[in-house]
């Protein structure tokens, strides 16, 4: 018979009995379960946060979306008014082309007799005003040159004897002076004759 100190190490050499095992595996279940449930009370306040977080997370991109359809929204009818003023131009552009085309640029027979009227009033005045003054009075009453003066004068005597029309004073009063008439020619353009 084995003495009680032999006894006692084979009973810890001894495999658990299967109550025991049942018995560990409840607490240590039960200590799982405990401790699961501290960690939860724990982690409530954080969990709550980020709760509260995501909500706000959600909030921020459902306004970054809606901002960004609206983006889209105008960018779309943006484009759309472009290309319908552009339809809009094009469509009036080729009216002006086809108008253009169909009608004559030119002057009319009687503008261009006024025009030749005028031009050969202008040489006329230009020849008195040389009869009167100097070449370079003229120069001064129009703004250029003594020497283009000179040819100016030239040029309208050229003009005048060209269109064998007699030259006749423009003015029908005697009053009419040098000044008025330099007046009148200093509202034509200089280079009319001769153009």
């Known amino acids: ?11 810890s050499l001894r495999p658990h009995t299967a109550p025991n095992v049942r ?13 699961q449930a501290e960690l939860e009370t ?14 706000i997370d959600a909030i921020l991109d459902a306004r970054a979306a809606a901002a960004q359809r609206r983006i889209q929204h105008l960018e779309k009818a943006r484009d759309k008014r472009i290309e319908k003023i552009r339809a809009s131009f094009a469509a009036k552009i080729a009216a002006a082309r086809t108008d253009a085309e169909s009608t004559e640029l030119g002057l009319t027979p009687d503008e261009q007799a006024h025009e030749e009227a005028l031009l050969l009033d202008y040489a006329r005045a230009i020849v008195t005003f040389g009869e009167g ?11 250029v040159g003594t020497r ?3 040819k100016i004068i030239e040029q309208a005597k050229t003009d005048l004897a060209a269109s064998s029309v007699p030259l006749a004073p423009i003015a029908t009063t005697a009053a009419t002076t040098i000044d008025e008439v330099g007046g009148a020619m200093s509202s034509v353009a200089p280079g009319a004759v001769g153009s």
Request: proline share 2%; glycine share 2%; no cysteine.
């Open 1 to 11: 018979m084995a003495t009680s100190s032999k006894a006692a190490a084979r009973r």
């Open 23 to 35: 018995e560990n595996l409840r607490r240590e279940k039960e200590r799982l379960l405990a401790r």
């Open 42 to 55: 724990l982690a409530a306040p954080i969990n709550e946060v980020a709760a509260q977080l995501a909500k």
């Open 133 to 143: 003054a100097s070449a370079a009075e003229l120069a001064s009453v129009l703004g």
């Open 148 to 150: 283009e003066a000179k």
